[in-house]
C-alpha cells in the first residue's frame, strides 16, 4: 500500500518540477528577448548600417557573379561592385538635386496661394486674427526654426554617419564572400556544412528574389502614379512617383503616406475638389490593385510570410530601429522564417509565420512522414 501511496505522490513531484522547469524557461527566453531587444535599439547606429550593408551585398551580388565567371581578379571585381555602386549613387544624386530645385519653384509660385487655404482653414475652425494675434509669433517661430535646424542638422550628421558605417561594413563584406563557401566546407564536414551552406543561399536567394519582385512592383506603382498626376498636370510628378517607389518598400503604411503626399498637392495646385478627388480615387485605386492584388500573388512565392506577420515585424522594427526598421522588416521576417525551417524545434515557429501555401505544402510533408 505504502509503495502504491507514494507512486501518486513522485508523479506530482514530476509534474512539478516540469512546471516550474517550463516556467523558468519562459521567463529566461523573455528576458533574453527584451536583453536582445534593448541592444539593437541601443547600438542602432551600428546595427542599422551593418544590415544595411547586407541588403546592398545581395544587391550587388550579380555583378560579383559575373566578375567570377570572366574570371576577374577579386579586389578589380570589388572595384566593379563599388563603380556600380558611385555610379548608381552620383544619378540618384543628380535626380534629387533636380527635384530640390522644382520643389523649390513650386513653393514660390504657390506660397500665396497657401497662405490664402492657411487663411481659410482658420476660418473654418472660427480661429480669429485678434485670437492669433495675442501670441508671440516671434518666439514661436524663433523656436520652430531653431528646433528645425536642429533637427535637419542632426539628421544630415546621423544619415552621414550611416552612410560611411555602411560603405565601411559594405567593403569588408564584398572582400570576403568569395570565401564564406570555403570557409564553411573548412570549418564544418559533412552535413552540417551542407546545411549551414543550404540556410545561406535560401536566405540569400530568397532576399533578393524579395528585393527584385518588391522594386518592380514598386516601379509599376510609381510609374502609374507618374502617369495620373502628369495627366492631371499635377506639381511636382516625378517626384511623388519617386516617394511612392520608396515608400511602398514600407508595407501598408508607406502607400497610405504616397496617397496623401499628391492628394495634399492637388489641394494647393487646383481651385475645387474635382480635381484632388479624381487623384485620390485613381492613386488607390493603383496602390489598392498593384499592393493588395498583383504583389501579394508575386511576392507570396518568393516570401511566404503571413500578412499578419509582416504587420508586427512592422511595428517591431519600426520601433527599434525607426524608418529604416520600417523598411528592413519584411526581408527579416523572411531571413528569421528560413533559419526557423531549418531548425527542428523551431519549425512550429516557421508554419505560424508562413501564409496558407506553405503551410499547407508543411501538412502534406508531414503527413506523408
Request: aromatic share 10%; with cysteine; proline share 5%.
Amino acid at each position: 500500500m505504502s509503495n502504491q501511496l507514494s507512486k501518486p505522490k513522485n508523479n506530482l513531484r514530476i509534474l512539478n518540477l516540469i512546471n516550474n522547469v517550463n516556467i523558468t524557461a519562459a521567463l529566461i527566453a523573455f528576458l533574453s528577448v527584451v536583453v536582445l531587444c534593448t541592444i539593437l535599439h541601443i547600438a542602432k547606429n551600428i546595427f542599422i548600417p551593418l544590415v544595411t550593408a547586407w541588403f546592398i551585398l545581395q544587391i550587388l551580388r550579380p555583378v560579383n557573379l559575373i566578375g567570377n565567371k570572366l574570371h576577374i581578379h577579386p579586389y578589380f571585381n570589388l572595384m566593379l561592385s563599388f563603380l556600380v555602386l558611385i555610379g548608381i549613387a552620383l544619378g540618384g544624386g543628380r535626380f534629387i538635386g533636380s527635384l530640390a530645385v522644382d520643389f523649390n519653384d513650386v513653393y514660390i509660385r504657390y506660397a500665396a496661394t497657401l497662405r490664402e487655404r492657411y487663411n481659410g482653414l482658420l476660418a473654418l475652425m472660427n480661429i480669429t486674427p485678434e485670437m492669433l494675434s495675442t501670441m508671440n509669433w516671434a518666439n514661436i517661430g524663433f523656436d520652430f526654426i531653431k528646433s528645425s535646424t536642429g533637427y535637419v542638422v542632426n539628421f544630415l550628421v546621423e544619415f552621414s554617419n550611416k552612410f560611411f558605417m555602411t560603405i565601411f561594413f559594405l567593403m569588408f563584406m564584398l572582400v570576403e564572400a568569395p570565401y564564406v563557401e570555403r570557409k564553411i566546407d573548412l570549418a564544418f564536414r559533412g552535413a552540417t556544412g551542407n546545411k549551414i551552406k543550404g540556410i545561406l543561399q535560401a536566405i540569400s536567394s530568397q532576399v533578393r528574389s524579395y528585393l527584385i519582385n518588391q522594386t518592380l512592383l514598386s516601379l509599376a506603382t510609381a510609374l502609374c502614379v507618374w502617369g495620373i498626376l502628369a495627366i492631371m498636370k499635377v506639381e511636382l510628378a516625378r517626384g511623388w512617383a519617386v516617394l511612392t517607389f520608396f515608400l511602398n518598400f514600407i508595407p501598408n503604411v508607406g502607400s497610405i503616406i504616397a496617397t496623401i503626399l499628391p492628394v495634399a498637392m492637388s489641394l494647393i495646385q487646383f481651385p475645387t475638389f474635382f480635381e484632388p478627388i479624381i487623384v485620390l480615387v485613381t492613386v488607390t485605386v493603383i496602390q489598392m490593385v498593384i499592393g493588395n492584388i498583383i504583389g501579394p500573388k508575386i511576392l507570396s512565392e518568393s516570401l511566404g510570410v503571413s500578412p499578419v506577420v509582416i504587420l508586427l515585424f512592422l511595428l517591431f522594427w519600426g520601433m527599434i530601429w525607426g524608418v529604416p526598421g520600417a523598411f528592413l522588416s519584411v526581408p527579416i521576417a523572411s531571413i528569421i522564417k528560413i533559419c526557423c525551417e531549418n531548425v527542428s524545434p523551431l519549425k512550429p515557429i516557421a508554419i505560424m509565420m508562413g501564409n496558407m501555401s506553405p503551410i499547407s505544402n508543411s501538412d502534406k510533408d508531414n503527413n506523408n512522414e
